[in-house]
């Protein structure tokens, strides 16, 4: 029997020698080259689009206006949204699985935008671009692009409407506000709250503008998850502690969904609506725009960022380097990644009609 | 005789499970407005009879016919014969315990008023019904605050609801105490005389003997008479004739016993019950078994047997409250299962299938499972080991199967309790507690698990055999004791056992008479 | 016929769930080949096998605890809770006070500990329910996690990562492979031929009948064969790839528990305590002690889940673990494990777990949408289980069995349910 393990673990090793003698072609990969060196591909060539679960409008349309983009540029587009509960771990499976279909872009609207390193690494191990859709991806070398609204911006537009907007229906102070803010695990949720932070903080100490609750730190002000149920949440909390006998003249909500949510509570408790602001310009805000209840919404029309970002797929497939207008401020931990800022529109009813004439949706809303 | 019509009579019932034939070709007759008691040893058939009548066991699952007012019943289930107004009570009752008393008599068969439950007509119809049964209390109480002779009521009056023409009564009077037994046989009384028939099972003789009209005796499966009570002038003696009246000698193998000394003695076993604490289950007990002794330990269904080998066995029912066990000349103190079975002890259980054995093993593990440490060598299972143990007890046991791979779950009974005779004998016992070591085995099998006691004895260990068949005992053992109530109420040597000499003690409820 | 027969009772392992654990088998083969057509060869492609490791192994070793506590006849709904807490805990620990990553991986271990022994001894020693136990550990450690980590992303250090996205490193000649895979390969080969021959030595000591020459060397040739084939697309990835760390993290941790589970006292109690807690009490098993064990096991493999899906994802964030208990339970049944307890393999758990990771990864490069990969994987969760169900109605179950049915005379015999003796298991309390 000794013999014949013997002979066994033989043929064993032979086979496998065997094997190994015929087949070799082991791939180097590109080992993390970054951008320069392009030399394009196929115009035919897979392109990969990873976005977050399908919570926001935003995201589902983002889905589509890629899919479909993509198709008229000539490329083949594999759309995907991570699922609803286990997010982090879908994305980055898809993100694996684009990598093995051998896609030459992929764009990346992150869930968790720490959470993805390893994924981009080994898109760019496999020769792939990996271009950051609206959330930057962190702590890695392996981002090529980033493109989205300029955000700090959005959160100067959303604080400086507020304040408009309170001196419109009182003119004289001091207002008392509550400030909102989004995901802590969304880069973009600080980035809002210190656009926003850069208008009101002096308003703040000069007493023109009282935080009543106290609550100004972004980690007592963060909604878990962009859930509109956690904003409700909490404003009645607000409500019920600080506005007893208080007036609330404002509300610094990073978007329309946690607006929304906010002016429902104002609502449930009997009390006049404040100005709130907002972000994304949804259907149901904008309708509550009109209506008079939200104050203003942020014209990021998705249609521009997607439309920029396929013109950089498409530079990238020619060979060339796209167009960036920002190399300075996007350091995401591991390098300044070159980015592609889009200039955000603040809306309120009286700027509504003229922001979304270009909107097959929105403008009837307007009318 | 035939002056009073017949309302029952089955005829030529046969009913076989797969390796046991529990029923065959047995013969009943019940006139209408009697009261008719079946009697029989704990296995004999009666609870298999009544419910092929009831329909838990449906038409053609058995042989025989079912006659009932004269036409042909064939009972799909429950319900159908509930339908003809044969209502079963059983032993365990069917009664839920945070629902009210109202609740209870009308569940699945509520009063209904449109599409919601009447339950002002089901509260007023329920007091209708406990008057009938002689029972005050609110219908609202819940069934778990009242007594268990109460709960028989419910249960008599859920029976009532249903509209009864022949009411079943399992063991009635088993768990009652003697006012509420007595309350329960004169309400029996005043239904005969109200024209309703009645079949009761009992164990208690003396009540059967005041009560019933006719008896029919089963025995292993079949009719051996049916006695009219005030005719025949039957008296207790008489049934227990009928119930254990065999040759006794011919079902077990020739044996000479090689008695040595006392090696376990336990003294003044007192234990509670593990849910109501005010309840003891056993009483100031006290045995001894001598080495290459076979001991009996007879009683009666719920006479405390059963908890007063397990609480020795590690402790394992019940709440200890006094008493010394005694091995070897040293006191020991058994806490755990595992205490007991490294002290030499081995308990063999009632239930094979329910805690004998895990259904889901093959045969060898098995055999090993309650001394692992015999096949483990450097804390690694022995395959080798473990095969060969389990083969060894195959052959020297004769449990019938291909190999020791096949699991439990294939076996016939008799060979699943020779696996779990092996599965304790593995452990090397000193003191086998065998409980009711033989039931549901057949007759071939009984006398090969005799012979296996035997043996065992023979290599001086001390073996107990419980059991509720009496001949069994006296066939078996060498000395047997009476159990009641958890007391040991007498202790009768070989020589001088008889069934009704041990009937009369096992039913007694007095302090140990020594004969 | 009767070679196939022999086949059929022969070919994996020699115990009565073999047929089961050959329709896995058979399953999981034929989802892979599937895909394989689907995907044009990309589900088998070095990179894609890497991946496809890489994304399951936190899942397969929760599904190697899960499979304990399930045969014990409990359920732990707490392990994505318990991976997130101590995900953020290590990140934390090696962010905030600079352990060494060596120490963070021990002390996560503990942390585990810790946890398992507090689940371990409401359900052992109280009785609660694990169901309940694990369920208010779920928002608990769930709850912890979000307190400790504010709900912020904590990224970890590179040595760290190596648990989660790391390789062996590329030593020796230049093969064209990855040497240490080949090493590894050529002994999982060896290892399988050894079985093997003690296998048959351990038969014929037991002097029970021989498994047929034939089929052992066949066996041995399909095992080898399908080692030395994955062994060489492992090694022959992009040149810094190889078998991935988390994978050999897997298989010792495979290999150690099924040792366990079949070869010790300890593992043949946790089957004992699932097939009849009463009967395994009465033959001395400690009821408390075999429960309080497993679970207390599975939160310490929870707690290294959670650490190798941290270092795969280079940061702790505040969504891990969401939903990890429900593929490990979902892997365990798939496997072939009981609802009731008492039956399961390890093995049958990891091939249930693969049987899902193909399933995903091949309708991701199918480019199926996360939605329509939900209901997919729902619908075979059912259909796995309820075919058990079935089966388990019908009496035992073969693939090849069923195919064979009609030439066979034998018909199965329904396992006696002797006596008619159809009542209740006498529940007796325990007390004290």
Redesign the interface.
Known sequence: ?RK??GK??AV??I??LA??AC???????S?GSGSGDAKGFPANSLIGVALP??TSENWVLAGDLFTNGLKEAGFQA?V???????????Q???I??M???GAKVIVIGA????????QVA?AH??GAKVIAYDRLI???PDVDYYVAFDNFKVGQLQGQALLDGMKAKKPNGPYNIELFSG???DNNSKVFFEGAMSVLKPEIDKGNVVVASGQTDI?QT?I?GWKAEGAQARMDQLLTSTYGNKELDGVLSPNDTLARAIITSVKGAGKPIPVVSGQDSEVESVKSIMAGEQYMTINKDTRNLVKQTIEMVKALQAGNTPQVNDTKSYNN?AKVVDTYLLPPVAVTKANAAEAYANDPKLAPLTK | MSDVPILLEMRSITKEFPGVKALSDVNLVVRAGEIHAIVGENGAGKSTLMKVLSGVYPYGSYDGAIFYRGEEMRFGDIRASERAGIVIIHQELALIPHMSITENIFLGNEPRKGGAIDWKAANRQALELMARVGLREDPDTLIKDIGVGKQQLVEIAKAFAKDVKLLILDEPTAALNEDDSQHLLDLLRGFRERGITSIIISHKLNEIEAIADRITIIRDGRTIETLDVKADGVNEDRIVRGMVGRELHSRFPDHTPKIGEVFFEVRDWTVRHPISAERLVAKHSNFVVRRGEIVGFAGLMGAGRTELAMSVFGRSYGVYESGTIIKDGKEIVLKTVADAIHHGLAYVSEDRKAIGLNLLDDIKTSTVAAKLSKITRHGVLDQVKEYRAAEEYRQSLRIKTPTVDDGVNTLSGGNQQKVVLAKWMFTDPDLLILDEPTRGIDVGAKYEIYGIIQRLADQGKGVIVISSELPELIGLCDRIYTVSEGTITGEVARQDADPETLMKLMTSSKKMQTR | MSRLKDLQKNLFGGTTSNARQFGMIFTLVAIVVLFQILTDG?TL?S??LI?LFQ?NSYILILAIGMLMVIVAGHIDLSVGSVAAFTGILVAKSMADWNLPWPVAILFGLAIGAVIGAWQGFWVAYIGVPAFIVTLAGMLLFRGGN?FIG??????VPEGF?VI??GFLPETGPN???NNLT?LL??AG??AV??RE?HA??VRREMNAEPIPMWISILR?AVM?GVL?FV??RFA?????TSFPVSGIILVALVLAYSFYTRNTAGGRHIYAVGGNSRAAELSGVKLKRVNFYVMMNMSILAALAGMI?VA????S????G???EL?AIAAVFIGGAAVSGGIGTISGSIVGGLVMAVL??GL??M?V???R??IIKGLVLLLAVALDVYNKRQGRFSVIGSITRTFRRDTPTAPPSSSGAEREPAKTPVAG
């Open positions: 029997m014949f393990l066994s673990v064993g090793a086979a496998m094997l190994t087949g070799s072609g082991r791939d180097e990969g080992s679960a399908k594999d995907q949204y991570a699922g609803a509960s286990t997010t982090v771990a879908d980055q499976a898809q694996t699985a990598v093995t279909k869930t968790d935008a720490a959470q993805l390193s390893t080994a191990q496999a962190l702590n890695t995901s802590p695990d980690k963060a878990q931990g | 990309l492609r990179d894609n991946a994304q979000q504010n709900a912020n992303t904590i990224p990562r989660g996205s093969t064209g492979y080949l390969g050529l080969c060896i031929v050894w021959l048959r030595r041995m080898v030395v062994t060489l022959s990835g992009r040149v810094g899906f795969r994802s280079a940061a964030g505040p969504q891990d969401n939903g990890w593929d995903n990864n991701q490069l480019g949408g996360a939605d990969v939900q």
